[in-house]
């Protein structure tokens, strides 16, 4: 029997052979590339397009066209990295390395290239960049923030300009003809979150000049890739509009929350981060809300803000989970430790936790257009990406995404030691710890970044930082907007930082003069993150390019993560040893390992998590890009919408006339209420009678009441002189039937998906029946919309100062 590893070991072998091949290709053109005059490498880049252009002509079909394209890239890879990699040196004074330019190979093909930080990841990019934006179809940069985006494509930028490409910059705030102006540029620096919502609004325009992505989605390659493909993949993106007003129970279940007593009232679920009323708990809320039982059928409303009020209060914590600034709450992305801006909880949770604060509370928004990243990115033609971080989720990118993990090998030898967990009884025996250690190095001079969980643990480690008079900075949610400034000096001799999660994530920490002697930067974590990719991507601000440095961790038993894992088993052993509480630490692999062993249960539950959220929105996946194609069609017709509207109308009535006539004895047909349907959707009043169709079979009838239709949409064409009032009336018409009633579906599913998990108590799937629902609910849209375009079309009075 094959041995799987042995397979994964060979492949991963076959993969960098094949990268090393193509990178010696590329060097091979060095001293070509060396002897051009300025004039003549810059010359290289429409010579590239007119091949791409030639390789084009007489190709039909798009799937032939971009198998004729990958050819052609393939082919000119080689010189046009190389043409790359001399304009970068000319350009920036930067020259990539061997390896990475095997990392940009990689990234051309799809792939994601693991590798480590400080080895250059942006330069790598530059390469497949400007080969994949010499076919004009785009190439959409994606970082985790603004300030990256900007960065990148000003210091990038340079290069691409000096090479004869467009560079643009695509922020969240920016007006919306500068946002097009970005996304015509041969190459787009963004945001995930700015793409994914400018995808949505996108196809919630009327008018096909108010789109700003007009090429499409062609390709994609992401910066922090493991951040944006799977620590935001959890939480799908929301278009919301005006809900129905904030409710007051809100704030009468967080007073009746705030009045419990933990354990008596209610039990917390560490592990599962929920919270359940006890018996005594629901018989205080009888009591409280005046009522005789509590999970009464007919008070779900009330139970679901309790439900909510509990999570708030006791799951949901300030400075850990969020941060209450200006009378707002914001939420803080787990991952990397800053504000998530313009981010909400949904179901009523984010109000909970309003009323918990005290702060003014928002009303519940409805849903008018949502999408998943996965789905996102997965429909750009072609999707590649890099991190420090990658190969503990190969299995998820690779089933998701159809993205291999490539790790590329560092330029230099790694010499940063990476030490045994601490193990400490208590958090403030491990504090005392922590400190103490700081005080050690940075008495010799010695950098240290240390990472923390939270806000909350970043600001009570510099509060004890300060009462030992050790100067530091902090880098957190709070003041994020000095990160660049922060993480510039921690490399810098005597320089202290405390940093939650975000930790410069995609910065470099440079060493100061001297560092380097005094044994370079260390990186100390006060606890371990949830994921493991999360603590190497701390560990990794430390041995760059071969520098020196160490890594130490610090855990108690008090952590988050050794709650929810085991505490109590090594509590129980403390004890017994009575060993003691303030001095004794273990330090073993063991107590490694094992907290690996928890970090990975929590990445399957979260792995979980986000494969659920996939697994519904790929239900209404079909759905969406089925209605945002048509909308396309209608926004972007020229000439007449009749071949749109007329079979809607007939659809419609045929729907009609065979609900009212399903009796095989005509006496028996409701031809009243077919006048009826006719007068108020189709014609006017009188135009048809009920002895006109008495004598006429079911499908004379809607012949009958089609030819009548017909008439009427002839006379509104003549009612208008100009075709061009005539298309847009007629797309008005359309789009907004569609639109209204697309976004009451999205608002229904989204209900629906935040209580079809309880229809697993009745032994049935909540998926399957999610997908049956959403199933029917769709098609029962469809029927209402085509009625609401065929009685507004047909009933409205006609002006010739029409305004689309």
Do not use: C
Not at 127 to 156: C, F, I, K, P, W
Not at 227 to 236: F, G, H, K, Q, Y
Not at 486 to 509: E, H, L, P, S
Request: charged content about 25%.
């Amino acid at each position: 029997m094959a041995n799987p590893i042995r397979k994964l070991v060979d492949n991963s072998k076959k993969q960098l052979k094949k990268l090393n091949h193509i990178a010696d290709q590329v060097e091979s053109y060095a001293d070509q590339m060396a002897a051009m005059s300025d004039d003549e490498l810059q010359a290289k880049t429409p010579q590239f397009k007119q091949i791409i252009a030639d390789a084009l002509v007489d190709v039909k079909g798009q799937d032939k066209q971009n198998k004729v394209l990958t050819k052609t890239l393939d082919e000119l890879l080689p010189e046009a990295f190389a043409v790359a990699r001399e304009g970068a040196k000319r350009v920036l004074g930067l020259y990539p390395f061997h390896v990475q330019i095997m990392g940009s190979a990689a990234l051309h093909d799809g792939n994601l290239a693991e590798m480590r930080t400080g080895e250059g990841k942006t330069l790598t990019a530059t390469m497949t960049v400007y080969l994949n934006a010499l076919s004009g179809r785009g190439v959409h940069v994606v970082t985790v923030n603004d300030y990256l985006s900007a960065r990148d494509a000003e210091q990038m930028g340079q290069l691409y300009n000096w090479l004869g490409l467009s560079v643009g910059v695509n922020v969240g705030d920016s007006p919306a003809d500068e946002k097009r102006a970005a996304y015509d540029a041969d190459i787009t620096y963004s945001t995930n979150f700015n793409i994914g919502f400018d995808y949505l609004r996108d196809n919630m325009v009327r008018r096909a000049d108010e789109r700003v992505m007009q090429k499409g989605l062609n390709f994609a390659l992401i910066d922090e890739a493991d951040s944006i493909l799977i620590d935001t993949a959890r939480t799908p993106l929301i278009i919301s509009g005006p809900g129905s007003g904030v409710s007051q129970l809100y704030a009468r279940a967080d007073r009746f929350v705030k009045t419990l007593q933990s354990e008596e009232d209610y039990k917390i679920d560490e592990e599962a981060k929920t919270t359940m009323l006890t018996n005594e708990g629901i018989h205080k809320g009888e009591i409280f809300f005046n009522l005789d039982n509590l999970y009464d059928a007919g008070d779900t409303a009330l139970t679901h803000h309790i439900d909510q009020a509990l999570r708030a209060n006791l799951n949901y914590i300030n400075d850990k989970d969020y941060v209450v600034q200006n009378g707002e709450v914001k939420l803080i992305d787990q991952s990397t430790g800053r504000i998530s801006e313009g981010t909400r909880l949904s179901d009523g949770l984010h109000q909970a936790i309003e009323a918990k604060e005290g702060v003014d509370i928002q009303e519940e928004n409805k849903s008018m257009a949502q999408i998943t990243y996965q789905n996102l990115f997965r429909m750009y033609k072609k999707l590649s990406g890099m991190t420090g971080t990658a190969k503990t989720e190969e299995e998820e990118l690779r089933e998701i995404y159809n993205m291999e993990v490539v790790t590329i090998p560092t330029n230099r030898p790694i010499k940063r030691v990476d030490y045994a967990d601490l193990l400490y009884p208590s958090i403030r025996a491990k504090y005392n710890a922590v400190v103490k250690m700081i005080q050690e190095l940075h008495a010799k001079g010695q950098p240290i970044l240390i990472g923390t969980g939270s806000v909350e643990s970043s600001e009570l480690l510099s509060k004890i930082l300060m009462a030992q008079n050790v100067p530091h900075n902090v880098l957190n949610a709070k003041n994020n907007a000095k990160e660049a400034e922060i993480i510039a000096n921690a490399g810098q001799r005597g320089a202290v930082t405390v940093a939650t999660n975000m930790a410069g994530r995609g910065t470099d920490i440079k060493l100061g003069p001297g560092v380097a002697d005094l044994g370079g930067l260390v990186v100390i974590a006060t606890e371990r993150h949830e994921s493991r990719r999360i603590d190497n991507q701390l560990r990794g601000r430390a041995g760059r390019q071969g520098d020196a440095g160490f890594s130490q961790f610090f855990l108690s038993l008090e952590d988050d993560l050794m709650i929810r894992f085991g505490a109590d088993r090594i509590r129980v052993l403390w004890e017994r040893m009575n060993l003691d509480e303030e001095e004794t630490v273990i330090k073993n692999r063991l107590i490694t390992r094992s907290v690996e062993s928890a970090q990975k249960r929590v990445e399957g539950n979260n792995y979980d998590t986000r494969k659920n959220v996939l697994q519904y929105d790929d239900v209404v996946r079909e759905q969406r890009e089925l209605i945002y194609h048509q909308r396309d069609v209608v926004i972007d017709e020229k000439e007449s919408l009749e071949w749109v509207l007329m079979p809607m109308v007939e659809r419609t009535i045929n729907r009609v006339v065979d609900a009212q006539t399903k009796s095989k004895k005509a006496t028996d047909w409701h031809l009243d209420q077919i006048i009826t349907f006719a007068n108020n959707a189709l014609i006017r009043e009188g135009d048809v009678t009920i002895e006109q169709l008495q004598d006429l079979s079911r499908d004379d009838i809607k012949l009958q009441l089609l030819n009548l239709t017909k008439v009427n949409y002839k006379a509104k064409q003549g009612q208008l002189y100009d075709p061009d009032q005539m298309l847009e009336f007629e797309k008005v018409v359309v789009l907004r039937a569609v639109d209204q009633h697309w976004t009451d579906h999205i608002d229904s599913l989204d209900r629906l998906r935040q209580g079809v998990g309880l229809r697993g108590y009745g032994q049935l799937n909540p998926l399957i029946e999610y997908q049956n629902e959403a199933f029917t609910n769709f098609n029962k849209m469809i029927v209402d919309v085509e009625y609401d375009a065929t009685r507004t079309f047909m009933k409205a009075e006609i002006r010739q100062n029409l305004n689309a």
